[in-house]
């Protein structure tokens, strides 16, 4: 009876039990079990019949393996402590899941009034939290790595500050120069896996806003607010009020002004180690800003260059409709050589060229945009394609002379199409053929044009041009290298793969035959891709735009527009609404997630309604592989994948254009 027993052992006991701590004391020779209800729950099903069995009993399946059994016994025989750090317990029972509960463990002699060792004491600390923290401390390290933009920034850091933290709102924000924009997450939204890929929509405050995100951003001073609701005074929403502690951390480079802000729902002192974590956590995202900020900087001027080296429309005919397509090779991150254009000539003629400069820097998209302007001052003077490829040839000469560079690499494909009569006078100075498309109501056929290549700009040769005749319902194809060649592989594969899936789609539409071209070869390339393509329609096309700013009516004014438009131009209802619905959710996509004015534009031939909304923002290219991340409401692209004929976008270099098509009825 505990009355009997030694008073050392009735206050070890005593101890044991009142503890909060998981504590057991291994009794005897025999080593009997006795514990608190802190070691029960970690014994799991192991308890209550534990109590009071030897230990060696009680965890007998594991009781032999190093670090458990022996370790008891050496304790008790020599009564030297024993401290095991991150461990894997043997008496985890069922919260040891996998083996994903870590304890750090103290073994230490009990002894009796005598100074008799009568014992073994064990305390068992959880640590699976501080290890947890630590693992997704890597995870986050490896997630920033994997970013480009402060888009991706954001996203990563917002995800982990609610998953891998115990806090209720996450806020990051930057200063752009023209004040700070500043994005936000908080625990309960409701958001899928699509939603997660979404680019973030950034809220914008002046510079003299005094919110503690902005005040840590300004003064590079970390605040940890442990009660007070202290975002009260500069709350948007109610998820602001309910902020009731708040630690705020800077993100501060030579270049960067930033901040990152985790706010609870109840009080909450922040712990050394809490605050030692989220200042880790905010290095991480301040290196990962700094280079997204320069990435976006490098970024930003390639596309400003590229966007000064192509048309900025191309012409508008009545029965020949034109689209191009412009791809950036390697990352996107630099300055191409292909380009495009396609411009009015005298008589009512029209001039399409499609080139190519070797290289990927600047010095390549000079020369192609000193090729492109010398090229229509030579069209426009003489349109004939020798003439113009001659004037040409003299151009790239005089620039290798003049710069001692004899590797000047510049192949341009010009041809001058008579409206009137569908006829095309085409040259080639070292270019793949172009691609038509002839059309037939049972199977239409794609083939090169038998075009010699002739030699390269800069090369005395002969480049003779060839007619074609373009006739109602067929498309002209023009391309860049980018699109057939891929690395290893043969180039008559790459030929034989665009002939193929230009023959196979169901509309001569350019802008649908733009979008196919560039997907038709498999793999990937480094290389730029380009295409022109020009459709010689089968009667006139109706068309019709609006632009819309950023604003929440704008996919209501979307809507209405579209729908009455339609119902005057007598479009069937089973069009109507189909097409009016795929509208508006592109409008929200491009309205939400580029945050710029959008413009909507329709076209209606004999055969299908095309519908397109473009922005000017830069959140990167939409692919097939991810319809289902656009949509602001996770339903994405897949519904215009089920709605419409076809689908695809036009990653240029002035932002992002998404369009569907949707065939219309016979009977119609």
């Not at 399946?61 to 043997?90: H, I, N």
């Not at 109610?238 to 502690?245: G, K, N, Q």
């Not at 005919?317 to 411009?343: C, H, I, M, T």
């Not at 001569?508 to 979008?515: Q, V």
Request: aromatic residues 6%.
């Amino acid at each position: 009876m505990p009355d009997s027993w030694d008073p050392a052992l009735r206050a070890v006991v005593e101890l044991i039990l009142d503890s909060p701590v998981p504590m057991a004391l291994a009794h005897g020779d025999d080593f009997v079990m006795i514990y608190n209800d802190a070691y029960a729950d970690l014994l799991g099903a192991k308890h209550p019949a534990a109590f009071g069995q030897p230990a060696a009993l009680v965890f007998a399946d594991v009781w032999d393996q190093p670090g458990v059994g022996d370790v008891v016994e050496r304790v008790y025989r020599t009564g030297e402590p024993f401290l095991e750090s991150e461990s894997v317990a043997p008496f985890a029972g069922d919260l040891d899941l996998l083996g994903r509960t870590a304890f750090t463990r103290g073994y230490s002699a009990v002894r009796d009034s005598h100074g008799t060792i009568i014992g073994m004491l064990s305390v068992a600390t959880e640590t699976s939290s501080i290890t947890h923290r630590l693992q997704t401390l890597s995870e986050l390290t490896a997630a920033l790595a994997g970013t480009l933009t402060l888009d991706d920034v954001a996203r990563v850091s917002l995800r982990y500050g609610l998953a891998s933290l115990d806090v209720d709102q996450v806020a990051l924000g930057i200063d752009d120069g023209g004040g700070w924009r500043v994005v936000r997450r908080v625990r309960g939204e409701l958001m899928d896996e699509a939603d997660e890929r979404l680019p973030p929509v950034w809220r914008r405050y002046p510079r003299d806003t005094t919110t503690p995100l902005v005040t840590v951003g300004g003064t590079g001073v970390p605040r940890f607010i442990a009660q007070g609701q202290p975002l009260a005074r500069y709350a948007v929403d109610r998820h602001d009020e309910r902020v009731e502690s708040l630690a705020a951390l800077p993100l501060r480079t030579a270049s960067l002004r930033g901040a990152i802000t985790f706010g609870c729902r109840e009080p909450h002192q922040w712990t050394p180690a809490e605050r030692a974590l989220l200042s880790a956590v905010a290095e991480l995202i301040t290196q990962a800003a700094e280079r997204a900020r320069r990435f976006e900087t490098q970024h930003g001027t390639a596309q400003l260059l590229q966007r000064s080296m192509l048309p900025e429309q191309l012409p508008d005919l009545p029965l020949f409709r034109l689209a191009a397509r412009y791809d950036p090779g390697v990352d996107g991150n630099s300055a191409g050589g292909d380009f495009y254009d396609a411009f009015r000539l005298p008589g009512d003629r029209l001039a399409v060229v499609l080139g190519d400069v070797a290289g990927h820097d600047v010095r390549a998209a000079a020369l192609m945009g000193q090729v492109r302007a010398a090229l229509r001052g030579l069209a426009l003077a003489e349109p004939e394609p020798a003439a113009v490829l001659h004037g040409l040839d003299r151009l790239v000469q005089s620039l290798g002379a003049e710069s001692r560079n004899e590797e000047l690499f510049v192949t341009v494909l010009y041809g001058v199409l008579e409206p009137a009569t569908g006829q095309l006078d085409i040259a080639s100075a070292g270019h793949p053929a172009p691609l038509v498309r002839r059309w037939s109501a049972e199977c239409p056929q794609a083939h090169f044009v038998e075009l010699a290549p002739g030699v390269p700009l800069g090369l005395t040769g002969d480049r003779r041009p060839i007619r074609v005749e373009l006739r109602p319902g067929d498309t002209l194809l023009l391309f860049s290298d980018g699109v057939v060649e891929r690395r290893g592989q043969d180039l008559g594969v790459g030929l034989a793969s665009l002939a193929a899936a230009i023959a196979a789609t169901a509309t001569s539409d350019p802008r649908n035959l733009c979008a196919v071209a560039s997907a038709a070869v498999a793999g990937t390339t480094d290389d730029d891709v380009a295409v022109l393509a020009v459709e010689h329609a089968t009667a006139p096309s109706r068309s019709a735009g609006l632009l819309v700013p950023a604003e929440p009516i704008a996919p209501s004014r979307v809507r209405h527009w579209l729908a009455e438009q339609l119902a005057q131009w007598r479009v069937p209802e089973s069009v109507i609404g189909p097409a009016v619905l795929c509208a508006s959710e592109l409008t929200t996509n491009a309205l939400l997630h580029a945050g710029t004015e959008a413009r909507v534009e329709i076209d209606l031939s004999q055969e299908r309604l095309l519908v397109s909304v473009a922005d000017s923002g830069t959140r990167g290219t939409v692919s097939r592989a991810r319809t289902d991340t656009l949509s602001s409401r996770g339903r994405g692209l897949g519904l215009i994948e089920q709605l419409s004929d076809a689908w695809g976008t036009d990653p240029s270099v002035r932002g992002s254009t998404v369009w569907f098509e949707i065939m219309l009825p016979t009977e119609a």
